[in-house]
């Protein structure tokens, strides 16, 4: 019966709320998920090149995402990236990625607490 209850809600996209109840009976689902999300030691960073490479503008990265992932990171090192509630204001000389949800602040690769 409970399986039934968290397929109901992955099929209505309430993913966050499945996993909750997931979690309430079985402690070790966070740490397999991070298993499985977790990027091999030599991911395809492409897409993501090409997202940055596609948002510089006068050598500022001008891009704000909903689908941010440390691969990000990997694509650029040392790119600065701002997330809420620090976003700075936006400025015509200075932008950087802004990450509105994904990964919290300063836990990009960690799933896990």
Not at 18 to 25: F, I
Not at 85 to 112: H, M
Request: with cysteine; hydrophobic share 35%; proline share 5%.
């Amino acid at each position: 019966m409970a399986h039934c209850i968290e397929e109901r809600l992955c099929c209505q996209g309430a993913y966050d709320r499945a996993l909750e109840l997931l979690e309430q009976r079985n402690f070790g689902v966070r740490r397999v998920l991070r298993n499985r999300l977790t990027p091999t030691d030599e991911p395809d960073l492409q897409v993501h090149q090409a997202l940055l490479a596609l948002s510089e503008v006068s050598g500022s990265c001008r891009l704000v995402t909903t689908n941010f992932d440390q691969l990000f990171l990997k694509a650029a090192p040392g790119l600065r990236v701002d997330s809420a509630p620090t976003l700075p204001v936006p400025r015509k000389n200075r932008w950087t990625l802004k990450r509105r949800s994904g990964a919290r602040r300063g836990q990009c690769a960690d799933l896990c607490e």
